[in-house]
């Protein structure tokens, strides 16, 4: 990813030498963290452009970390709009990958954001554990009901003794 707000690289700078897609590549794999400094020295070596790590750790700091912090903040801002009661069991799992992937990468990030992502993945959790809980507290209500039913029926026919029906609802606690 070329950073598009950055001013044009100096003539008499080793990178300049790149082409536009060559330049674009290298971008790319810094802003992935697909590989080391020392790695994309040696890809830029076979291009015919000799840098030292440190030189090119320049080049990350000013060019493409601002890009990434750029990128980093728009997608936490679009995650921070999505209503977490919406969000997909599935999209949560994402989310949390992301949230390990960059807390785990090569290159910097911001604190908060890494939070607010955090955040957003517990509050979707949150969401999932609530309707679970209300499904089994309804379905316990049902049949909790159903057996109600049984035993006002019983009580009705004169099916149990009256010390049953009482040790049966106190068991259910239907007192």
């Not at 997909?88 to 290159?107: D, K, M, S, Y």
């Not at 109600?148 to 009482?166: F, N």
Request: contains cysteine; aromatic residues 4%.
């Amino acid at each position: 990813m070329t950073p598009t707000h950055q001013k044009k690289l100096r003539a008499d700078s080793r990178l300049a030498g790149l082409t536009a897609e060559q330049l674009e590549e290298l971008n790319r794999m810094l802003m992935a963290g697909s590989c080391t400094l020392e790695d994309a020295c040696g890809w830029l070596e076979a291009r015919g452009v000799v840098m030292t790590p440190q030189a090119l750790s320049k080049y990350y700091r000013k060019r493409v970390l601002p890009e990434r912090w750029r990128y980093t903040q728009e997608a936490a801002a679009a995650l921070n709009a999505v209503n977490a009661d919406d969000v997909a069991p599935a999209a949560h799992r994402a989310i949390a990958a992301r949230v390990f992937e960059l807390a785990t990468g090569p290159c910097a990030v911001d604190v908060k954001e890494l939070a607010e992502l955090y955040k957003l993945m517990i509050a979707g959790e949150t969401v999932q554990q609530n309707e679970r809980k209300l499904t089994l507290t309804e379905r316990k209500a049902a049949q909790a009901d159903a057996v109600r039913e049984q035993l006002e029926s019983k009580r009705a026919s004169g099916g149990l003794s009256p010390e049953a029906l009482a040790l049966a609802e106190e068991a259910l606690g239907l007192l």
